[in-house]
């Protein structure tokens, strides 16, 4: 199972970007697939994950948004009104039924003005 993010970029506050990142390989279903991020010095924290339930860390609540298109086994992360502290690089996450949980690379996100 492989994960390629991208959409990664700089954007100045109150900005938007939106992430991508599609799965590949021979697989069946995915349960889980989410995003998360690290800031430099910080340890790596849950932005959003879709499964069985939607869930968004309180940070990034009514401002981002997850979504999946199932048939092309790739995961979406909308992200508006960007702030300095959403600086970080962005991974995407997935559980794979029978295979276990992948991490793809890093997409760096810069908001800066």
């Known amino acids: 199972v492989q994960l390629q993010a991208s959409g990664g970029g700089s954007v100045q506050p109150g900005g938007s970007l939106r992430l991508s990142c599609a799965a590949s390989?021979?697989?069946?279903?995915?349960?889980?697939m989410a995003w998360y991020r690290q800031a430099p010095g910080k340890v790596r924290e849950l932005v959003a994950e879709?499964?069985?339930?939607?869930t968004y860390a309180d940070s990034v609540k009514g401002r981002f948004t997850i979504s999946r298109d199932y048939a092309k086994k790739t995961v979406y992360l909308q992200m508006n009104s960007l702030k300095p502290e959403d600086t970080a690089v962005y991974f995407c996450?997935?559980?794979?039924?029978?295979?276990?949980?992948?991490w793809g690379k890093g997409t760096l996100v810069t908001v800066s003005s």
């Open positions: 390989g021979s697989f069946g279903s995915i349960y889980s």
């Open positions: 996450w997935a559980s794979v039924y029978g295979f276990g949980d992948f």
């Open positions: 879709s499964g069985g339930d939607t």
